[in-house]
């Protein structure tokens, strides 16, 4: 009896997610990975991306709604998440449902990655992209492999590879006395 497709992909993408965070550096790292934040965001979303595959709709909103509470974060259970991205703090992070996110990427906490009323359609981050606190992706952006996005960026347009976006310098504004 061979075993499920999906839920073949779903164990080596957990195996993934924990090689890429853990860095395989010995047991001990392993074990306290497993009780890492970004993990536990990973782990809800992956079951909860299996019991959709599987036609379990309710039990894949009840994951996400459960993860919501427990990890702070919000992830679609329709968004495509590849194996082998990180969340380093796992806190704070909303992902819509028609986000594809590939291998290597990291997402901080407090990013925003969704539609925007303005121009539907949702984000897509290739291959090793990091985005950083505080940023809103939103709309039908491609961001290019290994490409950064700086903190509190609010990026509604497509970026290419080996890309850094930033925030434009603040503006200090002395008050008159």
């Given at each position: 009896?061979?075993?499920?497709?999906?839920?073949?992909?779903t164990?080596r993408d957990?195996?993934?997610?924990?090689a890429?965070c853990?860095?395989?550096?010995?047991t001990?790292t392993?074990l306290?990975?497993?009780?890492?934040p970004?993990?536990?965001?990973?782990?809800?979303?992956?079951?909860a991306r299996?019991?959709?595959a599987?036609?379990?709709?309710?039990?894949?909103?009840?994951?996400?709604?459960?993860?919501?509470?427990?990890?702070?974060?919000?992830?679609?259970?329709r968004?495509?998440?590849?194996?082998?991205?990180?969340?380093p703090h796992g806190?704070?992070?909303?992902?819509?449902?028609?986000?594809r996110?590939?291998?290597?990427?990291?997402?901080?906490?407090?990013?925003?990655?969704?539609s925007?009323?303005?121009?539907?359609?949702y984000?897509?981050?290739?291959?090793?992209v990091?985005?950083?606190?505080y940023?809103?992706i939103?709309?039908?952006?491609?961001?290019?492999?290994y490409?950064?996005v700086?903190?509190?960026?609010?990026?509604?347009?497509s970026?290419p590879?080996?890309?850094?976006?930033?925030?434009?310098?603040?503006?200090i504004l002395?008050?008159?006395?």
């Amino acid at each position: 009896m061979n075993p499920d497709p999906t839920l073949a992909r779903t164990l080596r993408d957990i195996g993934a997610d924990l090689a890429a965070c853990s860095g395989r550096r010995g047991t001990l790292t392993f074990l306290s990975y497993l009780f890492h934040p970004g993990f536990a965001v990973l782990l809800s979303y992956r079951l909860a991306r299996l019991f959709f595959a599987w036609r379990l709709v309710p039990l894949a909103r009840f994951m996400t709604f459960a993860s919501r509470f427990l990890t702070g974060c919000d992830i679609h259970y329709r968004a495509e998440i590849a194996g082998g991205v990180t969340f380093p703090h796992g806190r704070g992070v909303v992902i819509g449902e028609g986000v594809r996110i590939a291998h290597r990427c990291s997402i901080f906490h407090s990013v925003t990655l969704g539609s925007s009323e303005l121009k539907p359609g949702y984000p897509v981050l290739a291959e090793g992209v990091n985005v950083y606190p505080y940023s809103v992706i939103s709309g039908p952006v491609e961001i290019g492999e290994y490409s950064r996005v700086g903190p509190t960026v609010h990026l509604t347009e497509s970026v290419p590879s080996h890309t850094r976006v930033r925030a434009p310098k603040p503006q200090i504004l002395r008050s008159s006395e």
